[in-house]
């Protein structure tokens, strides 16, 4: 978590711990304490930490930014405070929240002609951090000359404003996933988890949790189609994994009869992007992104072409799975998945509406009526409820 003092325009970092972990039957750790800190912590200096800075990840929605020369967004990614601006030219702006000088923040700062100045002392940095006036000097210094800020390069694409906080003075490629790259297709999902980004991650890419967090309350008649069907007539489906240069592809082995499988098949890709089954495959090109915000807070964007309509037709009538209907399915934001309006909180953009302090809006009389597996309303309120509950950072 960020605290202290400034160096550099950088917050100090300080890791979260996550602590005791569950035992085997042997007594055993499937992760020691060190082993899941290594995993899970994402600051500065930190194994992961750098390993996150060597990609291009989303950092927010160009809709956060509508507008040049318009309001600074705080964004917090990978432990580290940062201020978002479009300059007056259009381009994003990604730099050190704390001005060099006396580290005052440049939320306050004036977003005019080309880049922030520091209402402080004047100072003012445009997009590459470099500091372009300092009007608290005469007019012969060139001290101007010795001070940048931490400044982190920024791409637009489909919606997505991508960064990337490496360390090589030429970043690599932007990634090719193929949802962020069609036409007239632009992101406009993103939700923040109260949580580690391993652990929500973790259960995106969990492809059993389905038939039962989703697809519980469902029985092989109510399924309309083969993609429920037989994930509500075998629940304990057998496992593959390859291996690839750029993660994994897995599928779930469901048995379909006759000595026939059902394969539910999904892909990790490194750092941190999924891409979970949407039923026949080529019909649905879509990924999800867990970027860490820090240590116990992540932000998920999700890119879908055609509209996912998972769930939305895919159950007899009178059936569906939590908060998913015909008349629910995207671009309409489906009950039970809305957020809050952002505010310019570290940790105030894309809450959701359906917050903790609310139980997530559970309804058990939901659930003893078969209207759900559990009683949340939707989907991601159910993924939301069992990845947040587990604590700020599970231990494994």
């Not at 490629?173 to 991650?201: F, H, K, S, V, Y």
């Not at 969990?206 to 069907?229: I, K, Y």
Request: a negative charge; hydrophobic letters at 35%.
């Amino acid at each position: 978590m960020p605290c202290g003092d400034s160096e550099n325009g950088h917050m100090a970092y300080s890791s979260w711990s996550f602590g005791e972990v569950p035992r085997t039957k042997k007594g055993e750790a499937v992760l020691s304490v060190e082993e899941n800190d290594l995993l899970c912590q994402v600051g500065p200096g930190t194994v992961m930490g750098d390993l996150f800075r060597q990609y291009w990840l989303p950092a927010m929605l160009s809709s956060e930014l509508p507008e040049p020369d318009g309001a600074q967004v705080r964004v917090k990614l990978l432990g580290e405070e940062l201020i978002a601006f479009r300059d007056s030219d259009g381009d994003v702006g990604l730099v050190a929240n704390l001005c060099p000088h006396r580290g005052a923040s440049l939320f306050y700062a004036r977003n005019e002609e080309g880049g922030l100045r520091c209402v402080y002392h004047g100072w003012k940095y445009d997009k590459a951090g470099k500091c372009v006036d300092m009007p608290s000097e005469p007019s012969e210094s060139n001290f101007k000359d010795r001070i940048h800020l931490t400044a982190y390069p920024c791409v637009e694409r489909h919606g997505l404003v991508w960064t990337y906080m490496g360390p090589r003075e030429t970043p690599p490629p932007l990634p090719e996933i193929e949802a962020n790259m069609l036409e007239g297709r632009d992101c406009r999902t993103a939700m923040t988890r109260d949580c580690n980004w391993m652990q929500a991650l973790e259960g995106d890419i969990d492809t059993v949790h389905f038939s039962w967090l989703h697809a519980g309350h469902l029985q092989p008649e109510d399924a309309a189609s083969d993609f429920l069907r037989y994930q509500t007539e075998d629940r304990h489906p057998k496992f593959g994994v390859v291996d690839t240069e750029w993660g994994t592809t897995y599928g779930a082995f469901i048995s379909a009869g006759n000595d026939k499988s059902y394969l539910r098949m999904a892909h990790f890709l490194f750092p941190c992007y999924t891409m979970i089954p949407q039923g026949a495959v080529m019909e649905n090109r879509m990924f999800r992104a867990w970027v860490p915000m820090d240590d116990t807070h992540t932000i998920w964007f999700s890119m879908s072409e055609p509209a996912s309509t998972i769930g939305a037709n895919q159950t007899a009538p009178g059936k569906s799975l939590a908060g998913r209907t015909p008349a629910s399915a995207p671009p309409v934001r489906r009950a039970g998945e809305s957020v809050l309006p952002n505010s310019t909180d570290w940790y105030g953009r894309f809450n959701t509406s359906n917050s903790v302090a609310r139980d997530y809006d559970l309804d058990r009389d939901a659930a003893k009526r078969l209207d759900s597996f559990t009683g949340l309303p939707s989907v991601t309120m159910e993924d939301h409820a069992v990845t947040e509950s587990m604590g700020p950072g599970v231990g494994r």
